[in-house]
């Protein structure tokens, strides 16, 4: 009777209580987005509407994620809600590739069409003479010329702190598998510092380029890809690096079981999809 009771509540698929939590993340980015828009174009209002719409988004996240949380330690979740989380989760990733897809694209457009198409044909004898369209290049109308960013320095060492935290992130996951939770408080902790080093290089990276290599997000069609690419991937980290240490937090909560752990494994999914990405960023935007 008892077993039949545990599959039963194994098996139901909980059904939340209307929140109010949606409607407050809506408010939120739509504040960031217009204050955004209003702090570039030079309004004085601009910047306080984009901090209010990112204190009200990090609210909104706080006490959505905690009611989350809070249902699942209650275990009020079964399989089939755990199966759903799954393949949101699994969308959202399909999404963010699908965000990164785009600037990809854009690149490769400016690199192997454009920028050739510049320096062809008509378009070199008439329109754009002396412009060799040679890659790097901040386009035809170039004025200021600037430095590219080399890729066997700040770059590869970020490179391998990203590789080297899949692997502490992965030993983590293990030892959270086989019961191990000072193996899982360790491995996330040395994950979370190795992200923090990595943002703080990429930092002093974006301080030297700006300084000394003159190369800024203003510097052509380089200097937009370079920093839109990564700096997005830059934001992502960040992300990765603020949900790893709330696992963290909730590991010393005792939350987390082998055979239930699915907020932790959302988090290693979001964090090995950002190694991936970076791998690419670094051959095609670095290397290549």
Do not use: C
Not at 73 to 90: A, H, L, P, T
């Amino acid at each position: 009777m008892n077993q039949a009771s545990g599959m039963q509540a194994a098996d139901h698929y909980f059904v939340p209580e209307p929140s109010k939590y949606p409607i407050i993340g809506a408010v939120a980015l739509l504040l960031f987005g217009s204050g955004a828009a209003l702090w570039l174009n030079g309004m004085p209002a601009g910047r306080w509407v984009f901090f209010l719409g990112i204190a009200i988004l990090v609210f909104m996240m706080f006490g959505w994620f905690g009611q989350v949380v809070r249902e699942s330690e209650g275990g009020k979740y079964g399989r089939r809600v755990d199966k759903s989380f799954r393949w949101s989760m699994g969308w959202f990733i399909f999404s963010e590739v699908m965000f990164f897809a785009a600037f990809f694209g854009a690149l490769f457009y400016a690199r192997v069409l454009s920028v050739p198409w510049l320096s062809s044909g008509d378009n070199a004898s008439m329109l754009w003479q002396g412009y060799a369209g040679a890659w790097p290049t901040a386009g035809p109308y170039a004025s200021d010329p600037f430095t590219p960013m080399e890729a066997w320095g700040i770059p590869a060492i970020n490179t391998l702190i990203l590789l080297t935290s899949g692997v502490t992130l992965t030993w983590a996951h293990y030892g959270l598998l086989n019961g191990r939770r000072g193996r899982l408080k360790l491995g996330l902790a040395v994950t979370i510092l190795l992200g923090i080093i990595f943002l703080s290089l990429q930092a002093y990276e974006y301080a030297h380029a700006y300084a000394e290599l003159n190369l800024r997000l203003d510097s052509g069609i380089y200097g937009s890809t370079f920093y839109l690419l990564t700096g997005f991937h830059g934001m992502h980290v960040t992300v990765g690096t603020i949900m790893l240490t709330v696992m963290l937090f909730r590991a010393f909560a005792g939350h987390f079981r082998p055979d239930h752990h699915f907020g932790f494994e959302a988090a290693a999914w979001y964090w090995h999809f950002v190694d991936v990405v970076w791998l690419m960023l670094f051959v095609v935007v670095y290397w290549l």
